[in-house]
């Protein structure tokens, strides 16, 4: 079998299964390297190099804390508000 992912958050087609990881805070499979980068980090310190996927990745965020009641600190709602006006009027 043979195929390629196409990584969400930095915009690179990977063609092989070792390139890829699940971001297991979004459920979806994107580049290792971007994956790593991000670790564990909040949307205030790592956001999607991918600005066209920055709308999508903060309402995902977003609706992950509010469907748990989970709080967020200053600098990531700053950043949240900042994703979310790469969003489409």
Do not use: F
């Not at 070792?18 to 980068?37: E, T, Y």
């Not at 309402?59 to 600098?75: D, E, H, P």
């Amino acid at each position: 079998m043979s195929g390629t992912w196409y990584s969400k958050y930095d915009g690179k087609t990977v063609a092989s299964a070792s390139g890829i990881d699940i971001d297991h805070s979004q459920l979806i499979a994107v580049s290792a390297g971007s994956n790593r980068a991000k670790g564990d980090k909040d949307s205030g310190n790592w956001k999607p190099a991918l600005e066209s996927y920055q709308c999508t990745y903060s309402r995902a965020w977003i609706g992950m804390k509010s469907g748990y009641a989970l709080t967020a600190n200053a600098a990531a709602v700053d950043a949240l508000s900042q994703m979310l006006d790469t969003c489409d009027a």
